[in-house]
């Protein structure tokens, strides 16, 4: 079982950037679909990136298209969120996430291994 633990939230104003990493233990990541979504206060957890199970296929919601990068390292067994121009609408707890095997991409049910969450809040 693959356990992981995000780092790398914190307060930032808007228009700047951070970088969340999610660092994996227990099993090697390379065949894990790897996907980062985030819950804001009194909002349902919403999907924001992730690389598909079968390669480096990448995904984005509309939200952070062109502003967010995925991005992973299999040497480090790490997956990283770089977030760009960051707006308040961003504030929220991000969460790491974990599938081994297909599965639909953004629906959180489909991930059977969660980290804890780190929060990043945007002020504006």
């Known amino acids: 079982q693959v356990q992981l633990v995000e780092s790398g939230g914190g307060l930032v104003r808007a228009g700047d950037s951070l970088k969340l990493s999610c660092a994996a233990s227990?099993?090697?990541?390379?065949?894990?679909?790897m996907a980062w979504f985030r819950q804001a206060p009194g909002k349902e957890r919403e999907f924001v990136a992730a690389?598909?199970?079968?390669?480096?296929?990448?995904y984005y919601s509309d939200s952070v298209k062109g502003r967010f990068t995925i991005s992973r390292d299999n040497a480090k067994n790490t997956v990283y969120l770089q977030m760009n121009s960051l707006k308040s609408e961003d504030t929220a707890v991000y969460y790491c996430?974990?599938?081994?095997?297909?599965?639909?991409?953004?629906?959180?049910?489909?991930?059977?291994?969660w980290g804890q969450g780190t929060q990043v809040t945007v002020s504006s």
């Open positions: 996430a974990a599938r081994l095997g297909p599965g639909n991409i953004v629906r959180g049910h489909t991930y059977d291994t």
């Open positions: 227990g099993r090697t990541i390379n065949n894990y679909a």
């Open positions: 690389f598909a199970w079968s390669g480096s296929s990448t």
